[in-house]
């Protein structure tokens, strides 16, 4: 099961920045947090990732919470080719498996 | 840089044949991860796999379905018997280590008539 919740869909208008909420309350500390997107029909894109800091790349910014129980991923000038389900996944790095937990994830729909 | 590269991209099978879904991983990765999504679900980890050594396959159904990354060329999923509850998309991801960032492939998308 995965260990983050996101709402299930979102809109947002051309032009804004987009908000995409996750909650991860039982993260623990050698968990990081990763986003992805998956555009239809295409494989998932890795956006983002990072275990307290902020975080800021070409694509998106990632604010982690002080408590790191929750983060909130930003895409800064969303356009129409922004709509997608975004993935927030906690990765544990201990070793051992290290395969991805995908939820349901928020279906984020730009608006003209 | 190429990314991961899976194919084919479609591919057509009749209940009863066997299906081989190949994955070439972006290069400088060594480990590579089989994915499946099954019509408007989400993703699910099927097998991680090292050059010639499977680490984990604790999300692979236990009949039918194998995977292989060999010393040399692509990883393999190869899928006998196929039935129509094996259509789906396949991903492959790839990355330079364990814990690293992990990067998708396009995905092969398998009918079973």
């Known amino acids: 099961d995965a260990k983050t919740t996101q709402p299930t869909s979102m809109d947002c208008a051309e032009g804004r920045a987009a908000n995409l909420p996750c909650n991860h309350s039982t993260i623990s500390g050698n968990e990081y947090v990763y986003w992805y997107r998956q555009i239809h029909s295409q494989g998932p894109q890795y956006i983002i990732h990072?275990?307290?800091n902020n975080e800021t790349n070409e694509m998106a910014s990632l604010i982690i919470t002080e408590d790191r129980k929750s983060s909130t991923l930003i895409l800064p000038h969303a356009t129409l080719r922004d709509t997608a389900v975004y993935y927030c996944i906690v990765r544990d790095t201990g070793g051992g498996a290290d395969g991805l937990t995908f939820g349901k994830g928020t279906h984020l729909i730009i608006q003209p | 840089n190429a990314g991961v590269m899976q194919n084919p991209r479609h591919l057509v099978r009749r209940r009863g044949q066997e299906a081989r879904l190949r994955c070439s991983p972006m290069?400088?990765?060594?480990?590579v991860y089989w994915y499946r999504q099954l019509p408007e679900e989400g993703l699910k980890f099927m097998v991680y796999?090292?050059?010639?050594?499977?680490?984990?396959e604790s999300g692979m159904p236990k009949e039918r379905f194998s995977a292989e990354f060999p010393k040399e060329g692509p990883s393999i999923l190869r899928i006998q018997q196929v039935v129509r509850g094996d259509s789906a998309a396949y991903f492959c991801?790839?990355?330079?280590?364990?814990?690293?960032?992990?990067?998708f492939g396009p995905g092969t998308r398998l009918l079973v008539l």
């Open positions: 990072g275990l307290k």
């Open positions: 796999l090292q050059k010639e050594n499977i680490i984990d």
């Open positions: 991801a790839s990355s330079r280590g364990t814990q690293e960032t992990q990067y």
């Open positions: 290069k400088g990765h060594s480990h």
